[in-house]
């Protein structure tokens, strides 16, 4: 989790340096064998002492090589001889990395499940101050890494080869590249933690560079007579939440996961009609920051004509079922991925500018990005259209029962 620290209020003391974080805590950090390593403690006295106690044992460490008698000095020259030999440049000190990295003592071993364990409960809970990870991303994890827990749970962290990791990631290689880097992301994540308890491990089997994006392709998106007819189907076959949940997907920009989520989804306390708003609180949104999606003249219909409290979407699971059966009834095979919310920012940046529907998707990249994705995708009319889609008519003397979240 990044960590805030509190501007020019860092100090150095004894060979290192001390942050202080926007959370009130103090992160001291000292450089040892070029390798960083780095603590937080709630005092700042506590992170001198162990700034202190890294560098006397680092001290000590020197004053050791003068107590060498002659078989380990000889011992310590043969072993370089061998390394000169046999054509590697690396030096003593590696060797022993090496071989301890692949030999972990007994009482010393971390185990890959062992390691996932405590990273979770460094997500929920960061030493360093930062902010505490989603309950859900926690969990996507875990889950993510099931199959390697499966194969490698009980091996030790030092143990895992790049053989291990290439015949896991054919498990997931008929994935979408992008979900394949993301997966093995999730591993790395793990590894890199254990480098932080384990000062001699360094995670070489697992590491992937992330490119950065320049622009993107343009999005899929629906069709206004695409999304009247799925409407129209859940209206017909489902209970009102399903074709709200669907119409705040298209006609807010509301991300699958902010409704459907188990935890902190978004609720009917959020949707102020009086004012013309929809709130996304940051315990709800994706990417934590707040925002306010303005409340169109077609979904404010659909708000009223199916009122309702609390939780405003069904489970993740059953309106995917659901979607599948409107989908159908409009003709498509396939869900385009994100299509409902990729439509309403082609539709609202066609009718208000871009700028302004990146916003109210809390869109996180640059403009020029979101620029590749939406814009001229769609007509003005066609903007229209999809605008003014409204629910079904209500019956005469038919009353619209409140439905209440579960």
């Keep these: 989790m990044p960590t805030e620290y509190i501007a020019n209020a860092h100090k150095r003391h004894n060979g290192g340096i001390i942050r202080k974080t926007t959370a009130g805590r103090w992160v001291a950090e000292i450089n040892r064998d070029n390798k960083r390593r780095r603590a937080s403690f ?16 680092r001290g000590d460490q020197g004053k050791d090589a003068f107590t060498l008698n002659r078989p380990q000095l000889m011992d310590a020259a043969d072993a370089i001889h061998k390394l000169r030999t046999g054509g590697r440049k690396e030096s003593l000190c590696n060797a022993v990395d090496f071989f301890l990295k692949h030999h972990p003592a007994t009482d010393d071993r971390l185990t890959v499940e062992e390691c996932l364990t405590r990273y979770e409960t460094e997500m929920k809970t960061p030493s360093d101050g930062g902010t505490p990870a989603r309950p859900e991303s926690i969990r996507n994890k875990r889950k993510r890494l099931t199959a390697f827990l499966t194969l490698h749970g009980e091996r030790d962290v030092r143990e895992i080869t790049q053989a291990d990791i290439d015949t896991w990631a054919k498990s997931f290689a008929h994935l979408a590249p992008r979900t394949q880097v993301n997966r093995k992301a999730e591993l790395q994540s793990v590894l890199n933690f254990a480098e932080g308890i384990l000062p001699e491990f360094k995670n070489t089997v697992c590491t992937i560079k992330q490119k950065k994006k320049k622009g993107g392709s343009p999005a899929e998106i629906l069709t206004p007579e695409i999304v009247e007819i799925m409407l129209r189907k859940l209206e017909e076959k489902y209970p009102p939440r399903y074709a709200v949940t669907f119409a705040l997907m298209n006609f807010a920009g509301i991300r699958p996961a902010e409704l459907t989520r188990p935890d902190n989804p978004l609720t009917w306390e959020s949707i102020r ?40 979407s ?23 991925h994100d299509g409902a919310r990729h ?5 609202a940046g066609e009718l208000h500018g871009l700028h ?5 998707m809390g869109h996180t990249g640059g403009l020029s990005v979101f620029q590749a994705h939406y814009k001229g995708r769609a007509t003005p009319e066609q903007a229209k259209a999809f605008f003014n889609i409204k629910p079904t008519p209500a019956k005469s003397g038919t009353v619209i029962q409140m439905e209440v979240g579960a």
């Design 273 to 312: 009609l009086d004012k013309g708003k929809i709130y996304v609180h940051a315990h709800t949104a994706k990417t934590g920051d707040w925002r306010d999606v303005p409340i169109f003249e077609n979904l404010a219909a659909w708000l009223k004509r199916y009122p309702g409290k609390g939780r405003i």
């Design 314 to 336: 069904p489970s993740d699971s059953r309106f995917r079922e659901a979607r599948s059966v409107a989908l159908k009834a409009a003709g498509l095979d396939h869900w385009p």
């Design 42 to 57: 709630d005092k700042i006295s506590k992170a001198k002492s162990w700034i202190d106690k890294e560098t006397s044992r």
């Design 356 to 360: 302004k529907a990146a916003g109210w």
């Design 343 to 347: 439509s309403f920012g082609t539709y």
